[in-house]
Protein backbone atom coordinates (compact mmCIF):
# COMPACT_ATOMS: atom_id res chain seq x y z
CA UNK A 1 0.00 0.00 0.00
CA UNK A 2 1.33 3.59 -0.35
CA UNK A 3 -0.42 6.60 0.21
CA UNK A 4 -0.18 10.16 -1.36
CA UNK A 5 -0.78 13.54 0.12
CA UNK A 6 0.08 16.46 -2.74
CA UNK A 7 1.12 19.90 -1.82
CA UNK A 8 2.30 22.97 -2.59
CA UNK A 9 -0.53 24.08 -4.79
CA UNK A 10 -1.92 27.93 -5.20
CA UNK A 11 -2.54 31.02 -6.49
CA UNK A 12 0.40 32.66 -8.62
CA UNK A 13 0.17 34.90 -11.71
CA UNK A 14 1.31 34.22 -15.43
CA UNK A 15 4.92 33.54 -15.98
CA UNK A 16 5.52 32.56 -12.05
CA UNK A 17 6.41 29.26 -10.60
CA UNK A 18 5.22 26.96 -8.07
CA UNK A 19 6.65 23.79 -6.91
CA UNK A 20 4.39 20.60 -6.22
CA UNK A 21 5.40 17.84 -3.68
CA UNK A 22 3.84 14.41 -3.22
CA UNK A 23 4.97 12.52 0.24
CA UNK A 24 4.39 9.12 0.03
CA UNK A 25 3.67 6.31 2.93
CA UNK A 26 5.09 3.40 3.19
CA UNK A 27 8.91 1.30 2.87
CA UNK A 28 8.06 0.23 -1.10
CA UNK A 29 7.97 3.80 -2.45
CA UNK A 30 11.53 3.98 -4.14
CA UNK A 31 10.40 0.96 -6.14
CA UNK A 32 7.32 2.68 -7.63
CA UNK A 33 6.81 4.98 -11.04
CA UNK A 34 5.47 8.05 -10.19
CA UNK A 35 3.08 10.59 -12.59
CA UNK A 36 1.88 13.31 -12.47
CA UNK A 37 -1.61 14.39 -13.48
CA UNK A 38 -4.17 16.86 -14.26
CA UNK A 39 -7.57 17.83 -14.33
CA UNK A 40 -9.07 21.01 -15.59
CA UNK A 41 -12.84 22.06 -14.89
CA UNK A 42 -14.95 19.93 -17.79
CA UNK A 43 -12.08 18.42 -18.94
CA UNK A 44 -10.70 14.77 -18.37
CA UNK A 45 -7.61 14.19 -16.56
CA UNK A 46 -4.70 14.23 -18.62
CA UNK A 47 -0.81 12.78 -18.11
CA UNK A 48 1.63 15.34 -16.99
CA UNK A 49 4.99 14.31 -16.42
CA UNK A 50 6.17 10.24 -15.19
CA UNK A 51 9.58 9.55 -13.66
CA UNK A 52 10.65 6.12 -13.14
CA UNK A 53 11.64 4.20 -10.16
CA UNK A 54 15.48 5.43 -9.79
CA UNK A 55 14.72 9.01 -11.65
CA UNK A 56 16.83 7.91 -14.68
CA UNK A 57 14.13 8.16 -16.79
CA UNK A 58 11.63 11.20 -17.21
CA UNK A 59 7.99 11.46 -19.63
CA UNK A 60 6.44 14.89 -19.87
CA UNK A 61 3.50 15.93 -21.87
CA UNK A 62 4.31 18.22 -25.10
CA UNK A 63 2.16 21.25 -23.58
CA UNK A 64 4.87 21.11 -20.73
CA UNK A 65 7.65 20.14 -21.99
CA UNK A 66 10.96 22.89 -21.22
CA UNK A 67 8.36 24.22 -18.44
CA UNK A 68 7.97 21.29 -15.73
CA UNK A 69 10.33 18.74 -14.42
CA UNK A 70 9.75 16.02 -12.20
CA UNK A 71 11.82 14.86 -9.70
CA UNK A 72 11.96 12.21 -6.62
CA UNK A 73 13.92 11.95 -3.91
CA UNK A 74 13.61 8.21 -2.39
CA UNK A 75 15.11 8.93 0.77
CA UNK A 76 12.27 11.42 1.77
CA UNK A 77 9.56 9.93 0.23
CA UNK A 78 8.98 12.38 -2.30
CA UNK A 79 8.25 13.44 -5.42
CA UNK A 80 8.31 17.31 -6.88
CA UNK A 81 6.66 18.90 -9.89
CA UNK A 82 8.73 22.05 -10.34
CA UNK A 83 6.58 24.01 -12.74
CA UNK A 84 7.90 27.47 -14.15
CA UNK A 85 6.54 29.97 -17.02
CA UNK A 86 2.53 28.93 -15.88
CA UNK A 87 -0.09 29.70 -17.92
CA UNK A 88 -3.27 30.31 -17.36
CA UNK A 89 -4.23 26.80 -19.44
CA UNK A 90 -2.44 25.21 -16.51
CA UNK A 91 -4.63 25.94 -13.81
CA UNK A 92 -6.11 22.59 -12.84
CA UNK A 93 -6.33 20.15 -9.95
CA UNK A 94 -2.99 18.04 -9.85
CA UNK A 95 -2.84 14.57 -8.40
CA UNK A 96 0.07 12.68 -8.06
CA UNK A 97 0.14 8.79 -8.57
CA UNK A 98 2.15 5.81 -8.61
CA UNK A 99 2.64 2.59 -10.66
CA UNK A 100 4.62 0.09 -10.69
CA UNK A 101 6.52 0.94 -13.28
CA UNK A 102 6.11 3.54 -16.58
CA UNK A 103 3.81 1.85 -19.01
CA UNK A 104 1.56 0.17 -15.87
CA UNK A 105 -1.51 1.31 -14.92
CA UNK A 106 -1.25 3.89 -11.36
CA UNK A 107 -2.31 2.02 -8.60
CA UNK A 108 -2.66 5.07 -6.09
CA UNK A 109 -3.57 8.22 -6.40
CA UNK A 110 -3.10 11.27 -4.16
CA UNK A 111 -6.48 13.65 -3.38
CA UNK A 112 -5.35 16.68 -5.45
CA UNK A 113 -3.99 19.87 -5.58
CA UNK A 114 -5.42 23.20 -7.04
CA UNK A 115 -3.23 25.33 -9.03
CA UNK A 116 -4.57 28.39 -10.41
CA UNK A 117 -3.11 30.81 -12.74
CA UNK A 118 -4.11 34.14 -13.39
CA UNK A 119 -3.45 35.94 -16.24
Known amino acids: QVQLVESGGGLVQAGGSLRLSCAAS????????MGWFRQAPGKEREFVAA????????YYADSVKGRFTIARDNAKNTVYLQMNSLKPEDTAVYYCAAARSIGYEYDYWGQGTQVTVSS
Open 26 to 33: GRTFSSYA
Open 51 to 58: ISWSGGSR
